[in-house]
Structure formats: C-alpha cells, structure tokens
C-alpha cells in the first residue's frame, strides 16, 4: 500500500514562494499519475498539477506559470515549486497518486482529466497574506 505524507506548507507573503514535498513510501512505480491538489475554505478540491508515468505534465489554469511540479524518483519525493503566490493560493494542499490497485483511501476516489486519483495524503496548509 502506498503512503503519502506532505511537508513544507506554511505562511507566506504574497509574491513569496513555498516548496511542497510529498514523501511517497510503499512505492512501485507502478502509478498512472502523481498530482498536487488543492482545497480552499468552502471550495471544492481541485486539481492544480499532475505528472504521469509518461512524465507528461499539466496545470490548472490558475497556477499555469508560476507553479512546477517535478519528482525524484530515485527518493521517491513530489514536489511542487510555487512562486509569486498570492492570497488566491490559500488552501490546504494534497498530494495525490492514481495507482490501479483497486484501493479506495478514506478520503474517496477524484476524477481529474484522464486519471483517477485513490491515494491521498493528509495534506499540508498554505496561507499567502497580502
């Protein structure tokens, strides 16, 4: 079973920049995507990054830019480099991985694009002031 723990959220004035990590353990390489989502107060989680076992990646509109999403696979880590945030990116940050293994975490099943993510960790919290 994979697990996933995310580090390095914190407080932030706008303009700055954050580095998100997710430390992936149990992994096999057997994934179809590692993504960043994220979830502001009273929002719905959304997909911000995503890259696949293709090494294909994207990114939400909002983030397009400013936000880079990469991996070492050699120690199993996601990142999400954020620069020049504003108060828009406040949300608590999830990573997030589609492996077909049939498991279901308690957090649920999110369709984003072609993949569908059902591994989750617990999440990490950005707050950009102005």
């Known amino acids: 079973e994979v697990h996933l723990v995310e580090s390095g959220g914190g407080s932030v004035q706008a303009g700055g920049s954050l580095r998100l990590s997710c430390a992936v353990s149990?992994?096999?390489?057997?994934?179809?995507?590692l993504g960043w989502f994220r979830q502001a107060p009273g929002k719905e989680r959304e997909g911000v990054a995503y890259i696949d076992s293709d090494s294909e990646i994207d990114y939400a509109d909002s983030v397009k830019g400013r936000f880079t999403i990469s991996r070492d696979n050699a120690k199993n880590i996601l990142f999400l480099d954020m620069n020049t945030l504003n108060p828009e990116d406040t949300a608590m940050y999830y990573c997030?991985?589609?492996?077909?293994?049939?498991?279901?975490?308690?957090?649920?099943?999110?369709?984003?694009?072609?993949?569908?993510?059902?591994?989750w960790g617990q999440g990490t919290e950005v707050t950009v002031s102005s």
């Open positions: 997030a991985a589609d492996i077909p293994d049939d498991y279901t975490s308690d957090y649920g099943v999110i369709q984003w694009g072609e993949y569908e993510y059902n591994y």
């Open positions: 149990g992994y096999t390489y057997n994934f179809y995507s």
